[in-house]
């Protein structure tokens, strides 16, 4: 039985077994503790009914409740941001424990924005910045979450590369990115750093697959991934 606050009183209602594992299912497993506001009038207020859960109620008995699917958002700036100062903030609802993604999942934006590491900031598990993801278990977070935020970083870099070339009047193909600016292949010396392109702007949705899992960086030239640090 459980007891059910209305406006007027508590009500005990009365749910069968069936009822109380379904329930127990959709809250996850262990004691679930379930109050309403249904009114409780009239004479019979306060004793047990046979009146049923509105929760148990809402499913024929024996029908599956499926919850609706989440999924990681699409939006690049959803997880990095550049700050005035050229920074780079990465959000994650994974959490850092001692495995190391905070190190590793700095690493892997680092490397495929081409900012120095020390120029990173991770912001992991903050409910109200981070991205939805699910839960921090079973060693998934390098393999599931990492692939995800190396492709956020490689369209950001490329978006910043875009914009670079525009500023500069070069094609894109004669820009290349160096410590958090943009700078001319043939003059170094002409340069506009990550912050002066990116203020004011957002970035367009990831277009899903358009980078692979393993970087836009080939492996001869990464430089933080792979490599011991000192980081965070």
């Known amino acids: 039985m459980i007891d059910q606050r209305g406006t007027e009183g508590w009500r005990t209602v009365r749910l069968s077994r069936r009822h109380l594992i379904r329930l127990s299912g959709m809250l996850g497993a262990g004691l679930a503790v379930a109050c309403s ?19 148990a109620n809402e499913t024929p008995a024996g029908t599956p409740i499926a919850l609706p699917r989440r999924s990681p958002p699409a939006d690049v700036d959803a997880y990095l941001r550049i700050g ?3 920074n780079v903030t990465l959000f994650t609802g994974k959490v850092e424990f001692g495995q190391g993604v905070q190190t590793g999942f ?3 934006a680092a490397e495929e924005l081409d900012v120095p590491l020390e120029h990173m900031n991770v912001v992991m598990g903050v409910t109200n910045q981070a991205p939805f993801d699910t839960g921090t278990f079973g060693s998934q977070s390098t393999r599931g979450t990492g692939p ?4 956020a970083a490689a369209e950001m870099h490329q978006w910043l590369l875009e914009l670079g070339s525009a500023r500069l009047g070069l094609p894109v193909d004669q820009v290349q990115s160096k410590a958090g600016a943009v700078v001319a292949t043939s003059d170094p010396g002409r340069s506009v750093s990550y912050a002066d392109l990116a203020a004011g702007k ?17 492996i001869h030239s990464r430089r933080p991934v792979g490599r011991k640090t000192g980081y965070p």
């Open 37 to 55: 506001r249904i009114p409780a009038a009239g004479p019979g207020a306060g004793q047990p009914t046979d009146v049923e859960s509105p929760i």
């Open 84 to 86: 005035p100062e050229g």
């Open 106 to 108: 700095a690493q892997l």
């Open 148 to 151: 995800v935020i190396r492709q």
């Open 202 to 218: 957002e970035l367009e949705p990831i277009h899903q697959g358009a980078c692979a899992e393993e970087g836009s960086r080939p």
